[in-house]
């Protein structure tokens, strides 16, 4: 077994304990595997490991990927910021996207998959930390922004995305990946609410923490990558 494969059947214990230990079952759990500024060939060796949902943080590099490993079932995740003038090129390479963090991303991702004649599943990043440096919708704006959101019919809202806290502190990011759990149980009796089943947070420093806290959706890179050259 390589070293990546190896990695990736570590990973998954871990993301089975975690669930375990908070009454969940490893099945509602499932990995997205960041590639972002990893190479095509490592890339192709993770998805041949059985890692088919990949996430890219940088559209022009989802873009260079994607046709690459065409050859594979890949399931494409954006997770890093996305703008509108790059929406058209991206939406045809994905299955999700995780970062929309304004209406009027939300509204140019609508028009694009109307164009393509499919409907877009995505989350709403939600900035749940307060970090000023961060992207998304503040969470007392979420009750009105999913009910303005209700308007587009060729996205489905599928739940929220968030990042920890940039100090670092586990606590923290515990306290943060709780208070998006408890905001996405709130939102789900609001108007245009009712499909937020998915919770995308957790990266490699804190995924354990976040699937103790309800994360249906982890997304790892570097401890996935450790110990492998570049």
Do not use: Y
């Not at 009454?23 to 060939?41: H, I």
């Not at 910021?81 to 995780?98: A, E, F, G, W």
């Not at 490699?204 to 990558?225: H, K, P, Q």
């Amino acid at each position: 077994m390589s070293r990546l494969a190896d990695n990736l059947v570590h990973i998954r214990r871990r993301i089975t304990e975690a669930a375990e230990r908070s009454g969940r079952s490893a099945e509602s759990v499932s990995l997205v595997a960041v590639t972002k500024s990893v190479a095509v060939e490592q890339t192709r060796e993770l998805a041949l490991a059985g890692c088919l949902d990949l996430g890219e943080g940088r559209p022009q590099e989802l873009w260079s990927k994607a046709p690459a490993l065409a050859d594979l079932e890949v399931r494409w995740h954006l997770i890093g910021h996305l703008q509108r003038n790059k929406v058209d090129r991206t939406l045809p390479l994905v299955s999700m996207i995780h970062s929309v963090d304004s209406l009027r991303l939300l509204r140019a991702i609508d028009t694009a998959a109307a164009a393509l004649g499919r409907t877009m599943p995505v989350l709403l990043e939600v900035n749940i930390s307060g970090d000023a440096a961060k992207h998304g919708f503040s969470p007392a704006e979420m009750p009105e922004r999913l009910a303005e959101a209700a308007a587009c019919t060729h996205v489905q809202i599928r739940g929220l995305m968030a990042m920890a806290g940039l100090d670092g502190d586990a606590d923290r990011a515990r306290r943060d990946f709780r208070n998006l759990r408890e905001l996405c149980d709130r939102l789900r009796d609001l108007p245009g609410g009712a499909g937020l089943g998915e919770l995308s947070m957790g990266m490699s420093g804190d995924f354990e923490a976040a699937v103790e806290e309800g994360a249906t959706i982890v997304r790892i890179g570097s401890a996935l990558f450790e110990g492998i050259g570049a």
